[in-house]
């Protein structure tokens, strides 16, 4: 079975991992590949971080912050203290030590000439994270804020990490997409799939960011597989809390209901040929189902590695329906 | 009082810290401008080093590692070890947590349009080591290794820290020193110096290095103050070992007599108004004052920031000598 999966950070990674976790457990053989938002990724210090990327390699290679859902396990400061000593520190970003190795050896690879694509597989040589992990595109795509009432663009990452997302954003801008094209593999793999997972990730900055690439949301669209998607909303509110915020810019509610609309049902040019909802909002499905969209209502929560797996063996099991 | 040296890394920095205390605590108001070898820098891990800066840096801003006499106090590795598990670390090289954050921090203010002059500078606000440290150019200049019998080039850190300067070096070559010029200052600092001190760095990879940049020799030779060398022979010995071996490459031997011969007495061309070598040396002073090199023997064992001092006030009184 060769399932593809549309990913951002930690929502994304946990129900990777429980996927992974579920495959192995019941001995189904299948060939896992990631695509990656890489709109959160950003130059600091003078070096290129890739937050989806490092949150999906360490989640899947166990140096995951579990409590965090971002970050190494056992994380420092040594470094970053010496750099706010110099005066270069960004205060609003949290660089460990262990994290910044990543960014370190990343960076370099780049500067050697290696495509993001090259440095992620060699970056995931030490993770092995069990799938085929892909950067959504090998041109750099940055998501920037334009916050209300302002003309001045914000880099993603400030607005959600140092503003927590308060402010409220009039729209996002995704630089640089126009010059985009998918990374070497990404296509293929959306087409051939036989399942497209589109996980509780976020909504806009993250799965639609990735669907923002030319060429990838038509993919998704045309694939021969199914199409299941997972809602990042549980009982209207995001399971992630600042996801509603983005909802909010591009006029979409803060519902389960809402964001599979948004997708759109895969026959009537849409995306979804399926969509989970949690067991609280279970009285949604017949009206996506009206609407087009077989649903079903099954506990979404990511509590702990076996509820991850339940909830990726129910996308399986959805994806089969008919 | 207006002092300037040309210093290398461990010998200069401590030599120079001596200098400042005796300054101190003689009560002599003195500028004291550190024009420091760069020779030594590399790009590693996709960032600069200038191990002959830092070691200045930090023996004057009070972070060095005393023992050691380079890198940092209280220094780690968790980054490095980072590096190590993605395949990227430099095996030979010591990579310190502490020390890769100077590294980062130059690096960054390099590719924002820097000149190494201006990052230096920068560095220094943090350090505040106390005089002016300049680097010999802000163009680099990296000085390589013929080996014996070989074609090939190999960075000088790498024959001096992997090969620990055990396989003989044939050559040599300043890579970049024809398009290099003085850093901002350096050349003025020189010709308006009272007092110019060749500290007990190696003559030949530090110093040697520094005069090798286009017009800093002639500074030297044409300055209205006078040039005291320091010998970094002692007994026939380097005082840090391995200078011997660049000794023999350039067909100098390893005698403070020899290298005071090398560096050549100012009034017939060379650099050098008067010279100090060691008390166990003392045979050696008529025979080099009969060369046209007055010559004193002093205690020259940087021991501790005493007789450091001693030393740096026995140099400066050597300079007033007629």
Redesign the interface.
């Known amino acids: 079975m060769r399932i593809v999966l549309l990913a951002g950070g930690v929502g994304g990674a946990r129900f990777t991992r429980g996927l992974l976790d579920h495959l192995v457990a019941s001995g189904t053989a299948a060939d896992v590949t990631v695509v990656a938002n890489t709109g959160d990724d950003i130059w600091m210090?003078?070096?290129r971080l890739c937050p989806d990327l490092d949150t999906m390699m360490y989640t899947l290679g166990g140096g995951i912050h579990e409590e965090q859902g971002w970050g190494r396990a056992d994380e420092?400061r040594?470094?970053?203290?010496?750099?706010d000593?110099?005066?270069?520190g960004v205060a609003w970003f949290t660089l460990g030590?262990?994290d910044?190795?990543?960014h370190?050896?990343r960076?370099?690879?780049l500067?050697?000439g290696n495509s993001l694509s090259a440095a992620t597989a060699?970056?995931c040589?030490?993770w092995k994270p069990g799938v085929r992990l892909l950067p959504m595109s090998d041109e750099p795509v940055e998501t920037h804020v334009r916050l209300a009432g302002s003309d001045q663009l914000m880099h993603f990452e400030e607005w959600w990490v140092r503003l927590r997302a308060t402010v409220p954003a009039q729209e996002f801008v995704q630089s640089g997409v126009e010059d985009a094209s998918p990374a070497p593999g990404v296509l293929d793999a959306i087409r051939d799939a036989d399942v497209v997972v589109l996980p509780p990730s976020n909504p806009v900055v993250s799965i639609g960011t990735i669907l923002g690439v030319p060429g990838i949301r038509d993919a998704v669209r045309e694939t021969s597989g199914r199409v299941v998607g997972v809602s990042p909303i549980i009982g209207g509110a995001a399971v992630r809390g600042m996801a509603a915020a983005c909802l909010t810019t591009i006029g979409v509610a803060t519902s389960a209901d809402a964001v599979a609309v948004h997708y759109g049902p895969r026959s009537r040019g849409g995306l979804l040929d399926a969509w989970l909802v949690d067991e609280t909002d279970a009285v949604l499905v017949p009206g996506l189902a009206a609407d087009g969209i077989p649903c079903r209502a099954v506990p979404l929560w990511l509590r702990d590695t076996a509820s991850s797996a339940r909830l990726a063996a129910d996308a399986l099991a959805m994806a089969e329906r008919d």
């Open positions: 210090n003078g070096l420092s040594r470094v970053a203290d010496e750099l000593a110099y005066g270069v030590d262990l910044l190795a990543t370190i050896a960076t370099q690879l500067r050697e060699r970056l040589a030490r």
